[in-house]
């Protein structure tokens, strides 16, 4: 029978096995899905197994799966971890609070106001007011209902016509808005694709045309949704024209800083953010960029009493308390709510303002540098000048998909690619921390291998299926 110290005396001595692991092999061999179940004996038993062989299994099973924060890592808009906000958020699993009430949760409930009244400070929303959700995508399909209330009088009572509302996004948006579209029952339809510059920042003259358009055609506007850290090219729409615009117009302004958010903790980046201050909301992943576990996203809003009085109910046997502030549920969609805010809490107190800037900073300039070592490199070639902390290359010669494939294949780096005006490009995110020089002239000398090797190869198909007509592209 294992004690409870010894069982987590155990889980100690995993972790650590984790991080050792994923530096020893960063690109695991991909197993096939269908040989999983019998390969790793995941099947469910009929009698349960001592306490130490199921934490056995599932460190084995978390070493049989991609390292998502290991050092080859370079493919989606988080990776690498914090050490610190790791471990608190272990601790937090294991006191296993609901921050729905301050009955609940108490001090934590004053630590998740903290956090976020420093993330609206930092966004220009001093006296606003936020809530953590599960991810950005959450976030954002709560800015959307919030403003949909907004814009509509009733609307959260009798629900709205769709079909007479519309919301704004550049071509470059992240796909969670058209999902929050139809959540919010303005229909996929109801989400308004607008151009973008040759950078992919959202063209506000092409924004105002859409909006007077569409008021000329008696539709209701509910939201604009600007992003700030687009998820291929990592591009900045411009905040302060798109503001000028939803003045004009009387409509809510959010922007998507799931990504580029973290950019508002150092001086030298926040500039990219410019005009923030103005927006009626904003997403902002601390999940992503600064090392902290998923999931762990804010949604800040500039005004106090928006988020109670489009998602809050009553419910007596759980909102007790006579002061609604004390109380987080009244401002969330979810009901049960993890405890998202005390790691990253805990991440702050770690590094303080400043070392959360330097982290910033640090970053920017790993972003930087690859794009030198890119630009002066004889074959492979910078597709942009990077605006933030994605990189993007082309492959000349070779299909950037089939590089990317090969990469993994050969076990020697995860990269994600994407689409730049019609070309497939490599995307490099810049995420980890603990990249160093040597690490991205390594990154380049591979991915150059991989081009040269495939040149002149055939370039890989891409089907796939749009969800709603059914038809192949
Ligand atoms: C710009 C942007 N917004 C929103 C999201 C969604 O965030 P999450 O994965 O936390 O739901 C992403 C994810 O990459 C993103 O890049």
């Known amino acids: 029978m294992t004690t409870e110290a010894e069982l987590f005396a155990a889980v100690g001595r995993l972790a650590v096995r984790l991080l050792h692991s994923?530096?020893?092999?960063?690109?695991?061999?991909?197993?096939?899905?269908?040989?999983?179940?019998?390969?790793?004996g995941l099947s469910l038993p009929v009698q349960g197994r001592p306490a130490e062989e199921v934490l056995e299994a599932v460190a084995s099973l978390l070493e049989a799966a991609p390292a998502m924060a290991g050092p080859s890592f370079w493919n989606q808009l988080f990776g690498g971890r914090d050490l610190v906000a790791t471990a608190a958020d272990m601790l937090a699993a294991v006191a296993n609070h609901s921050l729905y009430t301050y009955k609940a949760a108490g001090p934590l409930v004053v630590v998740e106001e903290?956090?976020?009244?420093?993330?609206?400070?930092?966004?220009?929303?001093?006296?606003?007011?936020?809530?953590f959700c599960p991810g950005g995508s959450v976030s954002n399909l709560c800015a959307v209902v919030v403003a949909r209330g907004e814009a509509i009088a009733q609307g959260r009572e009798d629900g709205v016509d769709g079909r007479a509302c519309r919301m704004y996004v550049s071509k470059e948006a992240h796909y969670s808005l058209r999902k929050a579209a139809m959540v919010a029952?303005?229909?996929?339809?109801?989400?308004?694709?607008?151009?973008?510059?040759?950078?992919?920042?959202?063209?506000?003259?092409?924004?105002?045309?859409?909006?007077t358009a569409d008021r000329l055609a008696g539709l209701t506007p509910v939201v604009v949704v600007a992003t700030a850290g687009t998820t291929v090219r990592g591009a900045f729409d411009p905040i302060q024209a798109i503001a000028d615009v939803c003045t004009r117009h009387s409509v809510w302004l959010h922007v998507d800083a799931a990504f580029g958010g973290s950019m508002?903790?150092?001086?030298?980046?926040?500039g990219l953010l410019a005009g923030v201050e103005r927006a009626d909301s904003l997403t902002w992943d601390a999940h992503k960029v600064l090392g902290v576990p998923l999931l762990c996203s804010a949604l800040l809003l500039r005004r106090r009493g928006q988020l109670a009085a489009q998602l809050g109910e009553t419910a007596d046997y759980l909102f007790q308390a006579d002061d609604e502030a004390l109380d987080p549920g009244t401002r969330a969609l979810q009901c049960g709510r993890r405890d998202?805010?005390?790691?990253?809490?805990?991440?702050?107190?770690?590094?303080?303002?400043?070392?959360?800037?330097?982290?910033?900073?640090?970053?920017?300039?790993?972003a930087l540098r690859l794009a030198e070592l890119a630009r002066a490199h004889p074959r492979l070639k910078l597709a942009e000048p990077p605006p933030s902390l994605t990189v993007c290359l082309r492959t000349p010669g070779a299909d950037a998909a089939a590089v990317c494939d090969l990469l993994a294949a050969e076990r020697r780096h995860l990269i994600g690619h994407g689409m730049i005006?019609?070309?497939?490009i490599v995307r490099v995110a810049i995420v980890?921390?603990?990249?160093?020089?040597?690490a991205l002239r390594a990154l380049i000398d591979d991915i150059d291998d991989a081009t040269l090797r495939l040149a002149g190869g055939p370039p890989r198909t891409w089907r796939r299926?749009?969800?709603?007509?059914?038809?192949m592209s």
Do not use: Y
Not at 191 to 203: K, L, N, Q, S
Not at 264 to 270: E, G, K, M
Not at 432 to 438: F, I, N
């Open 22 to 40: 994923e530096r020893a092999d960063p690109v695991r061999p991909t197993w096939p899905a269908a040989e999983v179940e019998g390969a790793l």
């Open 114 to 131: 903290l956090v976020l009244g420093r993330m609206a400070a930092l966004a220009g929303f001093a006296g606003g007011e936020g809530t």
């Open 421 to 424: 005006a019609g070309e497939r």
């Open 465 to 471: 299926q749009d969800r709603t007509t059914g038809v």
């Open 264 to 270: 508002l903790l150092s001086a030298q980046t926040r």
């Open 432 to 438: 980890d921390h603990d990249h160093d020089d040597a």
């Open 185 to 211: 029952g303005l229909g996929r339809n109801g989400c308004h694709d607008i151009a973008c510059d040759a950078e992919g920042r959202m063209d506000p003259a092409a924004l105002d045309a859409a909006l």
């Open 340 to 366: 998202d805010a005390l790691k990253l809490w805990a991440l702050w107190q770690h590094h303080g303002d400043a070392g959360l800037a330097a982290r910033v900073e640090a970053l920017r300039a790993q």
